[in-house]
């Protein structure tokens, strides 16, 4: 009976690595099909016909989309024709109408949780001198991503109020958990941009099933609610943050029980107005008090659950907070260097499903760069994302019709040989040096700007 279960189980991993072979980015792919996320790769196939575009291969090319510039359906289309070719497979149809449709009947909840799964297990290996005294540190931020503006996007993620109709974008919110050691996406949370239950805070609550006792979670100024705090506590969490916007202007250090200069313990009150999201219930379980540790460090107020200044020493806590940095590198690397800024499908299931693909190609580099930095003796944040984005996508192209594990090693080396500065507390002006296209803004619909050209012409160039 075992020869039997090891039979099947051997016939699954060649039918999978099979499948990713004949992917177009079937190199990608097999980054996936190792020991340790066959499993769950098998175990999320859905039903599935023979294809020419199987649930397997389709995930590779729209992976293979996420990281390329050109992120057209005709140019995934186009180089899964010449690597048929390539590799002696019988030629097919350059129509993408095939593809399109695989890309729809591909589960959401397969590339979310291959995302998660990627994630937590690259969090889960990292080695303990990639920590912060041997704990584990969780970063949280959020931002908004654009859709294409289709009827069906509005209706589902509608734009900002200050834009007109027909003027703005469709907006989704998007609130990530990333693990600061190996850059990794652990989980995150998607909601419209506005109304109830759509803000940062909730989409966090939502998340914090992925935080483990003895976790510290590190975020900016809008996240250290008292109940938020409180919900830490329980889960033996501890957290560092910016002190929150209206008690930082308050914060007085000649109260509560000084520790240091500009140091000390203080005792918040339960706020005496029930939030809306809180049930009665939960609110009234909350404490009435909580002590938590205020310090000014490095010209921010910072908030702690980390009492004791000889566990956490100011100094230490001020290296810790700026590396919270990491995570709005994290989220340029998504935005502007993988393109996530600007989805391109045109109804709200299959953005949301490229939205969980761009994450799924974030985390499968990061899984590269772990990789290259553990046989470097080196640590993945100090390896540029880019770099090793450039340097899979050159070898891929070399190596697309074969390729052997032994080469993997070169890949790391190569990797490896770019190194990132410290970058913790870098300060740039939110501005850009390069002037825009002397075009008018459109501020009507482009339907109607249309016909006034077709009527007066285009208008002059600005000056």
């Not at 980054?31 to 294809?51: A, I, Y």
């Not at 609550?205 to 992925?210: A, H, P, Q």
């Not at 803004?441 to 000056?463: C, D, F, N, W, Y």
Request: proline share 5%; aromatic share 6%; with cysteine.
């Amino acid at each position: 009976m075992n020869d039997s279960n090891a039979r099947v189980s051997l016939k699954q991993r060649c039918q999978v690595h099979q499948a990713a072979r004949r992917a177009d980015a079937f190199t990608f792919f097999n980054l996936l099909t190792g020991d340790k996320l066959l499993d769950t790769v098998e175990s999320l196939l859905p039903p599935h016909r023979e294809r020419l575009f199987s649930p397997t291969e389709t995930l590779a090319m729209f992976s293979a989309q996420a990281m390329s510039a050109d992120r057209s359906c005709q140019k995934a289309v186009d180089e899964a024709s010449v690597n048929r070719l390539v590799t002696g497979l019988p030629s097919c149809s350059t129509a993408t109408g095939g593809y399109c449709r695989a890309r729809q009947r591909l589960p959401v909840s397969m590339v979310s949780t291959l995302t998660r799964t990627s994630g937590h297990l690259m969090a889960s290996r990292s080695p303990l001198p990639w920590q912060w005294q041997g704990r584990r540190v969780r970063l949280v931020d959020g931002t908004t991503v654009a859709m294409p503006d289709t009827p069906a996007n509005q209706a589902a993620y509608p734009q900002p109020r200050s834009q007109k109709p027909g003027l703005g974008f469709p907006l989704c919110r998007l609130v990530g958990l990333v693990c600061l050691a190996s850059g990794a996406i652990l989980d995150a949370a998607i909601a419209r941009y506005r109304g109830k239950g759509t803000d940062e805070q909730t989409l966090l609550r939502t998340l914090l099933g992925n935080l483990d006792a003895g976790d510290i979670l590190l975020g900016d100024a809008f996240y250290p609610t008292y109940f938020l705090l409180c919900e830490l506590q329980q889960r033996g969490v501890d957290g560092v943050f910016q002190q929150y916007g209206a008690r930082r202007r308050s914060t007085d250090f000649s109260h509560g029980q000084k520790l240091g200069s500009r140091d000390h313990l203080v005792e918040l009150q339960k706020p005496k107005t029930r939030p809306d999201w809180m049930s009665q219930s939960e609110y009234d379980k909350a404490p009435t008090n909580l002590t938590v540790r205020e310090l000014k460090v490095g010209g921010k107020v910072l908030v702690t659950t980390l009492l004791t200044p000889k566990q956490a020493p100011k100094r230490a806590l001020d290296k810790l907070f700026r590396s919270r940095w990491h995570v709005e590198l994290d989220l340029r690397n998504l935005k502007t260097t993988l393109g996530l800024e600007q989805l391109s499908c045109k109804t709200p299931d299959m953005a949301i499903k490229e939205l969980w693909v761009y994450l799924l190609a974030h985390n499968l580099i990061r899984l590269l760069m772990v990789q290259a930095a553990l046989a470097a003796g080196q640590l993945p944040r100090e390896l540029s994302f880019k770099h090793c984005l450039q340097l899979w996508l050159a070898w891929q192209a070399c190596f697309q019709s074969a390729w052997c594990v032994d080469q993997l090693d070169e890949l790391f080396r190569l990797m490896s040989e770019r190194t990132v500065g410290n970058r913790s507390g870098r300060i740039e002006p939110r501005a850009v040096k390069r002037r825009p296209k002397p075009y008018k803004l459109l501020v009507q619909s482009r339907s109607i700007a249309r016909a006034e050209v077709a009527t007066h012409g285009h208008p002059k160039k600005l000056k």
